[in-house]
């Protein structure tokens, strides 16, 4: 048993106070036959009935307003959700000018950041994302943007993902571990255009995103479902060796792949990673302009889904009210015995 508010326990050093208060009474006998040994004893403990009644009424409301509970058994609740590894491609060609606009966004209270700009900024933390303003857009910033999009109605929605964001040029880094703390997760894909690196490796030299995306399923996840949003503007030929090694990794991980190519060149052509891509079986979005992304984003906003078991904490059965009316028994035994017993 374990008990919500146990400071109530306080009041228990009243109850000195009862004993001091009846100390100087006595009961009163109406037979002086009633005075042998036998019966003194017995009209004694009768005399002390009232005190007794009072402390155990003191005792009792204590323990009831402690608020005894007794633990019961985990719950366990299954909801509807998935297991989702966005990995993006920040090498230096994401610099690279890009056409249309951004719409301005207003970022939730509860996903901002609590310290201001200047602050971030000199503890190193990142700086938030905010679009140039000559206009003159490159790769990463609609990307980033749509990025903050999904995982922002992942968050409003209380869809029961838990997304990971993996970053990759030459080689693969987290850039935040799979997690259902999308606010958290938010935060972090706000520093995205501050790491911006040089080539794209998708796995000729491995590890590549995909190596390291099924090594993260393995170790972390726990949907059936799990789906790796791929983003990149990577033009690098694949060879044939390594595009049956990554479609082999994305197959014995019981990967989904969607790749989201970025770009003209990935919207056009056939390069390695939309082959890839084709023969694995993935689906295919070729963007070139930023209404195209987000329509992309909101498609995949609509993936299949799958159960996933939360283990909550064990649930806490409240039993203060059996105390509270032994309590209330208690007292009223205490005012019969007041006064049926004469005690001066």
Known sequence: MTFAQPLWFAALLLLPLIFVLKKRGYLGYSDHRLLSAGNSR???VIGS???LFAASALILLAVALA???IPGDPVHQKIPGRDIILAVDISYSMTFPWKGKLEPRDTPSELA???DFNDRRREHKGL??????????QRIHPTQQALLDFIENRWKNKTGDRIGLILFDTHPRYGWPITDDLRM???KAQFIQNNLGTGTNFGRNPPGPFDLAAEHFRESGQAKSRVMILVTDGEDDIDPDTERRLIEVLKANNIKLYLVGIGETLAQKEVGIIKLANKFGGNIFRVEDTSSLNDCFATIDRLEK????????ETRDDVFF?????ALGCLGLLLVSEIFILTR
């Open 113 to 115: 950041f609590k310290t």
């Open 185 to 187: 997760l938010y935060r």
């Open 128 to 137: 938030q994302f905010v679009p140039p303003k000559d206009g003159k857009l």
């Open 322 to 326: 059996y105390f509270a009316w032994a």
């Open 306 to 313: 799958s159960e996933v078991t939360i283990s909550q904490l």
């Open 49 to 51: 009935l009232p005190v």
């Open 42 to 44: 017995v009209l004694r």
């Open 67 to 69: 608020r005894p509970q």
